[in-house]
């Protein structure tokens, strides 16, 4: 990823491609690419082939370009993400090409092109591929290479580097008329490739394994060259000390709530936080303000991340909130005022509307740099391509000095009609997207599978439990179903005020805040009441009722910090409301909960922080809490078998149903949905019909 590490590795595997189609050597070339973030970043690049198939109709051989389309990464590609063209249509859209003014006229022709009905949504960057005149083509964003493509005298840098064997095109955005220069620069023998100016590069060969060479070895060139001519301080002086790890997670745990407050009035968004060495290096240098100023300049970066950062310049060590929200709120008002101003200036009658105006990159002197955007996985990819951003500067700085795009270039890129293709066709935003959900007793049955029903409804979710090693299996098993970047979690003892507190500070370095709070961590203890220790009775009070207290507490501080409200939801029990025989401090302890959630209801409606109750009954499938020694006990309470245990419990209901997580899940889900804004204090009980829990 960085341009200070070793050059790519040629890993061309004969044995492995040797007895690949073509199709599958276009796969196989391209995950090698986007395996290997020196060479590409995430989403980015693509690549091409270009060979003989039969046409379905004629069955006639016809030259067809399979090039890599709209959207996908490299890295995990499949044939089915690829775009099909014929070549001759192709070619023949030549006669109806006007000029650089009408650039945007061509993109509805390629449909016309598409070969066996293969309706993949082609790339900008396709007409570059398909008039370059070599059947096996590259393009890829590396880091080096862009350090060279964005350093003021970059042409000069690209002769001397590669003695006039890669050509150079100055700064143009991707588009027909590139691609008919591409094609011109191809004719000539002596090139294997060229750097496009401030955006990347193409490289081509006579076969899979030679483009993919020359690509390895290009990158590799340059890489070499600039650890060769650097000088030692690219940035600068370092006129700031960086605060230590603790201390710099403290503090994004303090701010990140009132930064997602101000920035999340017409999405929730989430956060990724990231204190890499180099972030580190150019935040704390004198060189930030005005390379941040100047901006990413490869189109790949500022699609990401927008143009320009903001710097929030503020002293930690004398921290008082009142201070930082005020400032806070200024630097972000003329932000969006200069972002206003920027679309403005250079909208076109046919421009689409203003997109949310607030910054995606946070950059904090002694502290690092905070990503926002409406998911976890897009935050972080963010954060990354800044961090790629970063690098380029500071190769472009070590050789010479970085320039970045016009605004006008760079708003021709963010406001094009092709982006605003790809925006209309994401899917359909989930119920719970945008939203952070942190579990307590995540790795019972209950906590288990409301995590997977909000995971499905697009939550990003925060998994607590104090036995480490059954939580570690639980995330594991959710990041493999879900998507990765969606579960986090963290062991928490729920009594113990610092345990609390440190997992929320790592809930907020993960995520940047918390929207839903589902305390479901419980335990299950039987004695008379005469024989109840006060140990035990301290136990059941100290996780069931402390232990809900304390994270209700610290939820309800960022909920409120926050400014968006929030929605607590305690899993209780049916004991919360009446009685059951040999259970005295686990009933009270469960009553403690049922009116502590009333009171939170109360409080928090001021702040539209609503509280409600889930009251399960015997959830025994899957359960924790239900050990052999439990299972015992209640037997000979009620004077039955084991195995006829589960019975009972079903057949005391109305319904004669057992109840089970996934049923606890759905009554969770209901307060977590913006459809039960106007409930709170209430409770629904989840037991199959239990007469004497009817609420009165």
């Known amino acids: 990823m960085t341009i200070n590490n070793i050059s790519p590795k040629n890993l061309w595997n004969i044995k492995d491609s040797s007895k690949l189609s073509l199709l599958k050597l276009l796969v196989y070339r391209s995950r090698l690419l986007g395996a290997d973030l020196q060479v590409t970043n995430f989403g980015g690049g693509n690549t091409s082939t270009k060979l003989y198939l039969k046409d379905p109709l004629t069955n006639k051989n016809e030259k067809i370009m399979y090039v890599k389309g709209s959207g996908g990464d490299l890295g995990t590609i499949k044939l089915d993400g690829f775009s099909s063209l014929y070549m001759s249509k192709f070619y023949s859209l030549r006669n109806l090409y006007k000029g650089k003014k009408f650039e945007d006229d061509m993109i509805p022709m390629y449909p016309h092109c598409y070969y066996n009905l293969n309706a993949r949504p082609t790339s900008v960057d396709t007409p570059l591929h398909g008039f370059i005149e070599y059947d096996f083509v590259d393009h890829t964003h590396p880091d080096a290479i862009i350090a060279i493509a964005t350093a003021k005298d970059g042409k000069k840098i690209c002769s001397k580097v590669f003695n006039n064997k890669v050509a150079w095109v100055g700064w143009q955005r991707p588009g027909f008329d590139l691609g008919l220069k591409l094609g011109d620069i191809s004719k000539n023998k002596k090139f294997i490739g060229v750097i496009l100016g401030g955006h990347g590069l193409f490289t081509w060969g006579n076969n899979d394994k030679e483009c993919y060479a020359h690509t390895i070895s290009v990158i590799s060139q340059a890489t070499n060259w600039l650890k060769r001519n650097s000088k030692s301080k690219p940035f600068g002086k370092i006129i700031y000390k960086s605060f230590n790890e603790s201390k710099r997670k403290e503090i994004i745990s303090k701010i990140i709530p009132f930064?997602?407050?101000?920035?999340?009035?017409?999405?929730?968004?989430?956060?990724?936080?990231?204190?890499?060495?180099?972030?580190?290096?150019?935040?704390?240098?004198?060189?930030?303000?005005?390379?941040?100023?100047?901006?990413?300049?490869?189109?790949?970066?500022?699609?990401?991340?927008?143009?320009?950062?903001?710097?929030?310049?503020?002293?930690?060590?004398?921290?008082?909130?009142?201070?930082?929200?005020?400032?806070?709120?200024?630097?972000?008002?003329?932000?969006?005022?200069?972002?206003?101003?920027?679309?403005?200036?250079?909208?076109?009658?046919?421009?689409?509307?203003?997109?949310?105006?607030?910054?995606?990159?946070?950059?904090?002197?002694?502290?690092?740099?905070?990503?926002?955007?409406?998911?976890?996985?897009?935050?972080?990819?963010?954060?990354?391509?800044?961090?790629?951003?970063?690098?380029?500067?500071?190769?472009?700085?070590?050789?010479?000095?970085?320039?970045?795009?016009?605004?006008?270039?760079?708003?021709?890129?963010?406001?094009?009609?092709?982006?605003?293709?790809?925006?209309?066709?994401?899917?359909?935003?989930?119920?719970?997207?945008?939203?952070?959900?942190?579990?307590?007793?995540?790795?019972?049955?209950?906590?288990?599978?409301?995590?997977?029903?909000?995971?499905?409804?697009?939550?990003?979710?925060?998994?607590?439990?104090?036995?480490?090693?059954?939580?570690?299996?639980?995330?594991?098993?959710?990041?493999?179903?879900?998507?990765?970047?969606?579960?986090?979690?963290?062991?928490?003892?729920?009594?113990?005020?610092?345990?609390?507190?440190?997992?929320?500070?790592?809930?907020?370095?993960?995520?940047?805040?918390?929207?839903?709070?589902?305390?479901?961590?419980?335990?299950?203890?039987?004695?008379?009441?005469?024989?109840?220790?006060?140990?035990?009775?301290?136990?059941?009070?100290?996780?069931?009722?402390?232990?809900?207290?304390?994270?209700?507490?610290?939820?309800?501080?960022?909920?409120?910090?926050?400014?968006?409200?929030?929605?607590i939801i305690f899993v209780v029990s049916k004991n919360g409301m009446i009685p059951s025989n040999k259970v005295s401090s686990y009933c009270s302890a469960k009553a403690a909960e049922l009116q502590l959630s009333r009171c939170i209801a109360l409080e928090g409606a001021r702040y539209n922080i609503r509280s409600n109750v889930v009251n399960p009954d015997a959830v025994i499938k899957e359960s924790n809490l239900w050990s052999n020694e439990l299972k015992s006990k209640r037997s000979k309470t009620y004077n039955i078998k084991i195995s006829e245990l589960e019975d009972f419990y079903k057949n005391r209901s109305l319904l004669k149903k057992s109840v089970y997580g996934e049923d606890i899940a759905e009554a969770i889900y209901h307060f977590c949905l913006e459809s039960s804004q106007k409930s709170t204090g209430n409770i629904l009980n989840v037991d199959a019909g239990h007469v004497a829990t009817f609420p009165r």
């Open 259 to 567: 930064i997602r407050s101000e920035i999340s009035s017409t999405e929730y968004k989430i956060s990724h936080f990231n204190d890499h060495k180099f972030v580190l290096e150019y935040v704390n240098s004198n060189s930030l303000k005005k390379l941040a100023s100047i901006g990413t300049s490869c189109p790949d970066h500022f699609i990401r991340t927008k143009k320009k950062p903001i710097v929030l310049n503020f002293n930690p060590i004398n921290y008082s909130e009142s201070r930082f929200k005020k400032k806070l709120k200024f630097e972000l008002d003329k932000y969006r005022k200069s972002y206003f101003n920027y679309h403005l200036k250079n909208k076109s009658l046919d421009s689409p509307k203003i997109r949310d105006p607030n910054p995606i990159i946070f950059l904090i002197p002694r502290v690092g740099m905070i990503s926002f955007a409406k998911n976890k996985t897009n935050a972080r990819l963010a954060s990354e391509f800044y961090l790629n951003a970063i690098n380029v500067m500071k190769g472009a700085e070590g050789v010479s000095k970085y320039t970045g795009l016009s605004d006008r270039e760079a708003f021709n890129v963010e406001y094009w009609s092709l982006e605003e293709e790809k925006l209309k066709r994401l899917p359909k935003p989930k119920p719970l997207s945008g939203k952070i959900a942190l579990i307590t007793g995540a790795s019972g049955a209950i906590g288990k599978a409301t995590a997977k029903k909000l995971l499905k409804n697009g939550a990003t979710v925060f998994l607590t439990d104090i036995n480490k090693n059954i939580l570690n299996k639980v995330i594991k098993e959710l990041k493999n179903e879900f998507i990765f970047d969606n579960v986090s979690g963290c062991p928490i003892d729920v009594s113990n005020e610092e345990s609390v507190k440190k997992c929320f500070n790592s809930l907020l370095n993960i995520f940047g805040g918390i929207d839903i709070l589902i305390s479901s961590v419980g335990i299950n203890t039987e004695a008379s009441f005469e024989e109840t220790s006060l140990s035990l009775w301290n136990k059941n009070f100290s996780v069931l009722s402390t232990g809900y207290f304390l994270v209700a507490r610290d939820s309800f501080k960022i909920m409120r910090n926050q400014g968006k409200g929030g929605s």
